[in-house]
């Protein structure tokens, strides 16, 4: 069965540090990866997605995601944080071997910004 | 597009009362999601229909949920009798399943309270 593994449920920056959340992935089919934001009382919004092609994904608002089949993992990064970044974070994958838009999710990162 | 439409957005009731959860997919979209969010369990899929169908319902706790689509822009989720347990947030998500673009795209959620 796909999983995920979301190393670190809180994270703490400065504001213009780098941003870094884990998730590691276990599949035995390449997988379909997803990261999600969520905001305080808000849905689920969708940062980037990883789906066969270039391992290094851009998303929006200037994160991005590598994927590394070597080390199983999907890690979210982005350069300089900002207050507006603190959120909570969720890694997903898409299990099976086709991308059906259903989600098995990670337990969350719960990103804090300091000023 | 107004995205994916749910109502309430809060709903406070008393065990045992029947609770009704509204979802309006995005237009053209094929395949309808129930997520369940808890501190404990974090987000768990409930239930997953594609084309009005349910595909997987294999994360619907027990017999007191059930949910139905009975067309392409309308889906409910019911909770009956509730209980306390049953306090969370319910979350309904939409994707065009089109094999490697798709992407779920989530509702703002209703907040559950079975007192």
């Known amino acids: 069965a796909q999983s995920v593994t979301q190393l670190g449920s809180h994270v703490s920056v400065s504001e213009g540090a780098l941003v870094l959340l884990r998730c590691n992935y276990s599949?035995?089919?390449?997988?379909?990866l997803f990261w999600y934001v969520q905001y305080p009382n808000q849905g689920l919004q969708l940062l980037l997605k990883?789906?066969?092609?270039?391992?290094l994904v851009k998303g929006i608002n200037g994160f991005e995601a590598e994927f590394k089949k070597s080390e199983t993992s999907f890690h979210l990064t982005k350069p300089s944080a900002h207050m507006s970044d603190a959120a909570e974070y969720f890694c997903?994958?898409?299990?099976?071997?086709?991308?059906?838009?259903?989600?098995?999710f990670g337990q969350g990162t719960t990103l804090q910004v300091k000023p | 597009d107004a995205g994916v439409i749910q109502s309430p957005r809060h709903e406070v009731t008393e065990m045992g009362q029947e609770v009704t959860l509204r979802c309006k997919p995005i237009?053209?979209?094929?395949?309808l999601f129930w997520y369940r969010q808890t501190m404990m369990r974090g987000l768990e899929l409930l239930i997953y229909?594609?084309?009005?169908?349910?595909?997987?319902d294999s994360g619907m706790p027990e017999d007191r949920f059930s949910a139905k689509m009975p067309n392409a822009s309308f889906s409910t989720l019911k909770i009956q009798p509730s209980e306390p347990r049953d306090s969370a947030v319910y979350f309904c998500?939409?994707?065009?399943?089109?094999?490697?673009?798709?992407?779920?795209?989530f509702g703002q959620g209703t907040r559950l309270t079975v007192v």
């Open positions: 998500a939409s994707s065009f399943t089109n094999r490697k673009n798709t992407e779920a795209f």
């Open positions: 599949s035995s089919v390449p997988p379909y």
């Open positions: 990883y789906t066969s092609a270039a391992t």
């Open positions: 997903a994958v898409s299990p099976g071997s086709s991308n059906t838009g259903k989600l098995i």
């Open positions: 237009s053209g979209h094929n395949s």
């Open positions: 229909f594609n084309n009005n169908v349910p595909i997987d």
